[in-house]
């Protein structure tokens, strides 16, 4: 060199470092100055900054950072904040980068994917020396996102933590999402710093969704981001019912029905609401029942209905976890019976079809009570909705007629996995026909003679209410009985016989409907 001043850019160690300069010129001839130096040592390595802290692909955290000041570093050290320390804020050294350019490291042991994780840089350079440490409360951590899924709304709540200690601190998050595995794409931004919530509406039903949310730090010569873990959550939707079938709606009695219904076990059912009405469009809810995953076998007692005044729709609706419709069953309408007696001693049966059958009615059974209990009476084809029962040969029994009918499934009709073979009955409301009641009296008789005992003879009549009595000429009661069956044979309340003459008799009864009636006339006593 020609100047007359040089700085030398050595690298030592705390060594004595000396210098001697040489003049040579054309003859030629050296000149050589005196020795002279002095112990050097090496500055140390300047702070060493991060740029960012982020949790890769793969869930590991990575480091970023800028090559430090000082061009004697020749390694990093990375340390981690030991978090079972805390409120200790204590840092391990958990590895080392070789290189002055070397500036990225992933933690291979890292668990940014489901905790924080806090790391600092420090710079050595090959004398050993380490750089001055970055304060504790600047260090630098990962973001941890957490996604909680509002299914019955289809949303998607995303929160997450701050992203602290950059200088200039954090101009937006963003945020990142990908559906069934498609490519990643910007969704939103929060332009305040200070939110750390989104929202995610609208959501498609089975669909796979992926989130990740980056901060952008506040710089605008370079685009400098920190991403946090990624977190995904299906929006799914209960299980739909492969089967919902109302099996059956009978009678029980006058004021009971009973709903009767065949439901998918492995469906996300939380309940069923029960439908009733005059149509199926005007049905409404009357009831629940419970879902139980033991069973596939459902029912519904309704108290309220009126079965014996007209024929009622049903159906019962499979509700899911957000209390939204899954499924609703197949309408199946009860039978209403009429019956109406006729003067003719024949009594008219008129009934609705039961509809709900998915292989419709094979026929009508038909039941019928006038002693105390039911029997079957007859069968009619699905198309025969009608019956004339004659029971001009029945004259036991009070004269009230009873029935049911019967409809009969044309089945089997084979459902669900594993398969039942349904084959139902179901019966219709109790409706009776309270016949006219006939009192044939004679008008004489001769206790002496073929004709001995005065007996009214009476057919449909009430055997509790009915009373018998005999009167004098005077208006004097001489013969009463409560038994139908037991006549008056001409003698008086002392025992001896009455007088030939004319006496005056009543009848009393009720009828099948319930009516009082009273029979009144005379009889011829002959001697």
Known sequence: T???TYSDPVTVCTEQVNYRIELTDDLPCTSISNIDGQVLTTPGPDTQP????????????????PPNTMLGVTSYSIDQQDISQLPLIIYDAIDQVMGYNNTSYVNPTSTAISEIECYRIQAANECGDIGVQEPIDQRQCTMLLGVELEPCARTNHLTWTHYRNWPEGVKQYEIWMSKDGGPELKIAQNADPNDTTYSHVNLQLQANYCYRVRAVRNVSDRRITSSSNTECELIFVSKIPDYNYAYGTTVESNDQIVHQFFVDSTSGITRFEILRGQTPETSGYVGEVEFDVTTRFFHYSDFRAKPDIRAYYFANVALNECDQPMDTSNFV?????EA????????????????????????YNIYRNFTGDYTYLATVPATTLTYTDNVIDLLDGEGNFCYYVEAQQDGPYYLG????????????????APQ??????????????????????????????Y???????FGGQIFQTQDKFEGWTGSLNNGME????????????????????????????YR
Do not use: H, M
């Not at 109406?340 to 026929?363: F, I, M």
């Not at 206790?447 to 509790?464: C, M, T």
């Open 340 to 363: 109406v007696a006729n003067p003719d001693r024949t009594n008219v049966l008129e009934w609705n079809e039961y509809e709900g059958w998915p292989d419709a009615v094979n026929s």
């Open 498 to 525: 009455a007088a030939q003459g004319v006496y005056a008799y009543t009848i009393e009864y009720e009828t099948a409907s319930g009516v009082s009636e009273v029979k009144t006339g005379t009889i011829t006593l």
């Open 333 to 337: 309408r009860t039978i209403f019976l």
């Open 417 to 432: 996995d594993p398969v039942y073979s349904f084959n139902e009955k179901v019966a219709s409301n109790t409706s009776c």
């Open 50 to 65: 991060l740029d960012s802290v982020s949790v890769n692909s793969s869930g590991l955290a990575e480091l970023g950072w």
């Open 467 to 473: 009373v018998f009595t005999i009167y004098d000429r």
């Open 2 to 4: 020609t100047d007359l």
């Open 436 to 465: 006219y009641p006939n009192v044939f009296v004679p008008n004489a008789f001769a206790p002496n003679g073929l004709n001995k005992v005065f007996l009214p003879i009476s057919v449909y009549v009430d055997l509790e209410s």
